[in-house]
């Protein structure tokens, strides 16, 4: 299909537009039988798979946490149809962040907790009106985590129990969805009683705690005392109820037991003594039914059984006495579905089942014994969705399945047996989305644990999405990773069974590519790594049983691989890391048994790398936490004894190394904010190639490059003699930022997300005469810019497709690479697509206007072939890229022609000495 930014008719029709795959899909195909792999899951009941959590309604959609094995734990958003897409990569990598505590707001708004490696476990907001997240409330500034957590919502207000930086102890917060934070006057003594409250009239909050009760309209000033500790202490369990608040309390006279409050400081007082005297009646599950409260309670006489109250005296009373004498039933899981209360009992002849009741003297009834006997069914999961009752149950024939009914026997029945028999597909999470659908997850044995949705028939029962995509599920493969360019090749490091994890090269055919060199003969193979292009050649670490973990180049044939040096002789060698290319040397950390780990270098014109700087005298070695370039210069983050993170300057024509910044908190600096030791018109660039660099110009220099943004996605990229990079200002939050290395035009380009919210810029990359970065818009949520450095010439990339002039941004931007003159290879979702993949994206602006080609998905349905590490060779690119036949292995994009290929399949290449 094909897109344009301009209407002209001229453009080549959507199907000559389409990347195509060549016919090595059917050769594949055989390889793959020769190979005896057959595309597809398997059966064994012990499949990895996403495990959704914490499922809530948003807007149209329900939203979930959910770890696809690729980004770890992250939030993914399910509709009505079944189309499951993942929402927002907080953190990625193997953790995620891990979101939870989601709750659900008027207007779309869905607060939660996550915890990143920036801020740590804190509070965040997704809005599903313009699909964008963003941090609502750093509430311990930095990496350590406050412990938010929500405890109520109301309207668009919400209440927060979470640390602050000024006593490092819990308080309560009220908090807006627009990000407006305040201080409670609400004390929290301990976490073990966490403060409770629900809503009130007027947008208000009743909160109680283990020491008395508040109400509060999420202001300081606009919080009283209702009751203090005098009066009752362990307040919980609310409850809204008409026009009060129902809670359990306990005090000295009566123990704990049911109270009422209207809000007044008089207004609260006990409802009913149900155990007389000082005994606590076992107050329990109180649920909210709309214009009556069900809890359980103990009398004295009848045990645990289901009581009712509207808030008054008179309307307290037992509802049933389930189990005979003083059994106890224990009711729980309170769920109203047409006109009954449906819950959870066991009378002690028939085991727990579910029941109903309308409340009436005669009214409760066991709806269905689905295991006979004395152990039951033990129902959980119990919702309401279009007028009967769902829920989770064991039974005898169909063992752990959703059920359904209507309030009676033969209106009960199993929705559907999806894993046939007396197997357990383990459903849990039931979550009516507006009546439209009914969404749940559970383990067919086939795909593990994942999302299912139903419209209330066994038909209309299925699969929402596959989400976890891990190596125990896809086919073996060769794993392509570390793709350098070097003059028109590309080099990796690949794995085969023959010699295991060794360096591969490719001309982008499948002649051309093949292993350079066997250098740890034997399956275990040399794990090449860290391929980094330097003067001419490609220089990476690897292990081999002479030598240990050493330093190596390559010209990309076998005659020309070699070992640099053996700077450690022995088993372990030096263990060089951190290859860092910088003009015509390349620099390195490595262990020589002497000096400890220090910084080495290798230049073009010595044989031999040399120690560039040894910045811990003795065998102790230094703690490097990242080598950068920056302005034709190395730049080092250190982490001496005393562990805060120091930053050092590498002085080449003086060989030394200086530490420029003590003490580097690892959080975004302000550039506006930052503290001059000197005149303000030293000029950072300047003092660097003058060798007079010194603290005045680090604080600029730190903030251009911030700790691991290279890991991030936001690494500095510069444009003629300006350098665009991604920072944090308490007035913008997080974004895009431009300097020419001095303070004075050190600038922010464009506030993206207006005010102190984030649009978090990442994937930064410079093309002729603008820059292209991704960032998230208040409506658009991550999508693709442009800029040419000024705020007037940064805006969004908009297609128009030609068939029906809808015009769409480019959404989910994950990594960029260009071929000359002016094509841009996107790995990014896919515009118009209903599943909106992260597939591979043609993007051309030689007509003036943006022209958009995409290639069809390696994987059909809403999963993702993953393309990422883009490299330019020649006039391709090479990639690497997954699908059910081939695994994970290295392909090849032609622009011109828009076809794609596979390039190499593990082990299926000779080796060349």
Not at 42 to 61: A, E, H, I, K
Not at 138 to 151: H, N, V
Not at 693 to 718: D, I, Q
Not at 735 to 747: C, H, K, S, V, Y
Request: charged content about 20%; aromatic content about 8%.
């Amino acid at each position: 299909m094909e897109w344009s930014s301009s209407s002209a008719g001229t453009r080549a029709t959507a199907r000559a537009a389409e990347i195509a795959l060549l016919g090595v899909w059917s050769l594949a195909a055989s390889l793959a039988v020769a190979q005896g792999r057959t595309p597809g899951k398997g059966s064994s009941t012990d499949v990895p798979s996403s495990s959704p959590q914490y499922l809530t309604v948003c807007g149209d959609r329900v939203l979930f946490s959910a770890d696809n094995g690729v980004y770890g734990r992250e939030l993914w958003g399910v509709d009505t149809a079944g189309l499951c897409r993942l929402a927002v990569i907080l953190e990625g990598g193997p953790a995620g962040g891990n979101p939870r505590n989601l709750v659900s707001l008027e207007g779309g708004n869905m607060p939660f907790v996550a915890e990143t490696s920036d801020y740590g476990r804190e509070l965040w907001i997704w809005n599903e009106a313009t699909q964008s997240c963003r941090i609502l409330k750093d509430f311990m500034p930095g990496p350590e985590s406050s412990d938010a957590s929500i405890i109520t919502v109301h309207g668009k207000k919400f209440l927060v129990v979470a640390k602050n930086s000024a006593n490092d102890r819990h308080a309560v917060f009220g908090v807006t969805v627009k990000g407006m934070v305040a201080l409670l006057p609400i004390p929290v003594v301990t976490l073990v009683d966490m403060p409770t409250a629900c809503p009130f009239a007027d947008a208000s909050f009743i909160v109680g705690s283990n020491i008395g009760l508040w109400l509060t309209d999420g202001s300081p000033e606009g919080t009283v005392v209702l009751e203090d500790t005098d009066r009752f202490a362990q307040a919980g369990l609310m409850t809204p109820v008409r026009d009060k608040v129902v809670f359990r309390a306990k005090d000295a006279e009566h123990g704990r037991e049911l109270w009422t409050t209207d809000g007044t400081p008089a207004g609260a007082h006990l409802i009913q003594d149900i155990f007389p005297g000082p005994s606590d009646s076992s107050i329990g599950e109180v649920t909210d039914l709309g214009d009556v409260v069900c809890f359980q309670a103990d009398d004295g006489t009848h045990g645990l059984e289901l009581w009712v109250t509207d808030g008054t005296v008179e309307g307290t009373r037992l509802a049933a006495d389930i189990a005979p004498d003083s059994v106890p039933s224990d009711p729980h899981y309170f769920t109203r579905a047409g006109s009954f209360i449906f819950f959870c009992a066991n009378d002690g002849q028939h085991g727990t089942e579910l029941y109903r009741s309308d409340l009436t003297a005669n009214g409760t009834s066991l709806v269905a014994d689905l295991v006979p006997g004395p152990v039951g069914s033990q129902p959980w999961s119990l919702v309401e969705f279009r007028g009967r009752l769902f829920f989770c149950a064991t039974s005898q024939q169909y063992g752990e399945e959703v059920f359904v009914t209507d309030g009676t026997p033969q209106g009960t029945r199993i929705l559907k047996d999806i894993v046939p028999g007396v197997g357990h597909s383990g459903p849990d999470n039931l979550t009516n989305l507006h009546d439209s659908a009914l969404i749940f997850s559970c383990n067919d044995v086939i795909h593990g644990e994942e999302l299912w949705l139903t419209d209330g028939t066994a038909a209309g029962t299925r699969l929402a999405a596959d989400l976890w995509m891990h190596e125990k599920q896809r086919p073996a493969s060769s794993r392509p990773a570390g793709l350098t360019a070097l003059a028109g090749r590309v080099m990796f490091a690949a794995t085969d069974p023959d010699h295991g994890t060794e360096l591969w090269v490719s001309d982008g055919t499948n002649v051309g590519t093949h292993v350079i060199a066997d250098l740890n003969p034997g399956p275990e193979g040399s794990n090449p790594r860290e391929m980094t292009a330097s003067h001419g050649r490609v220089y990476f670490a690897a292990d081999t049983s002479g030598l240990g973990s050493e330093l190596w180049r390559t010209d990309g044939t076998g005659q020309g691989t070699a070992a640099v040096a053996d700077l450690a002789p022995g088993p372990m060698g030096s263990q060089p890391r951190m290859l860092t290319a910088v003009q015509d040397s390349l620099y390195f950390t490595a262990d020589d048994g002497v000096t400890g780990c220090e910084l080495w270098r290798c230049g073009p014109d010595v044989t031999s790398p040399t120690l560039a700087a040894e910045l811990t005298p003795g065998a102790r070695g230094s703690s490097f936490g990242e080598l950068f370039e920056l302005w034709g210069q190395l730049f080092l983050y250190v982490t001496p004894a005393d562990g805060d993170l120091t930053l050092w300057w590498y002085d080449s024509a003086a060989g030394t190394a200086q530490c420029i910044l003590d003490s580097v908190p690892m959080t975004l600096l302000d550039a506006r904010e930052g503290t001059q030791e000197s005149d303000g018109s030293v000029s950072a660039l300047g003092a660097i190639k003058s060798g007079r660099l010194g603290k005045s110009s680090a604080l600029l220099v730190k903030t251009v490059h911030p700790p691991h943004c290279e890991e991030n996605g936001t690494r500095p990229v510069t444009l003629g003699a300006t350098t665009f990079f991604v920072n944090h200002a308490r007035e913008y939050g997080t974004e895009l930022w431009a300097t020419d290395g001095t303070w004075a035009d050190t600038r922010l380009v464009a506030d993206v997300y207006p005010g102190p919210g984030s649009s978090s810029p990442s994937a930064l990359l410079a093309v002729d005469d603008r820059v292209f970065f991704a960032a998230e818009a208040p409506q658009d949520g991550r999508i693709l810019y442009k800029t040419d450095g000024t705020t007037e010439g940064t805006s969004s990339v908009l297609c128009v497709r030609l068939s029906t002039g809808t015009t769409e941004p480019i959404h989910r931007v994950q990594e960029s690479c260009y071929l000359p003159p002016n094509i841009l290879i996107l790995a990014a979702a896919t515009p118009f697509s209903p599943f909106e993949d992260i597939e591979l994206l043609h993007l051309d602006w030689g007509g003036g206007g943006y022209t958009l080609r995409l290639a069809p998905s390696l994987i059909e349905g809403n999963q993702s072939a993953r393309p990422r590490e883009l490299t330019a060779v020649g006039n391709a690119v090479c990639f690497v890229a997954e699908d059910p036949i081939y695994g994970e292995e290295l392909w090849r994009v032609e622009p011109a022609t828009m076809v794609s290929r596979i390039i190499s399949e593990g082990g299926s290449a000779a080796v060349s000495r």
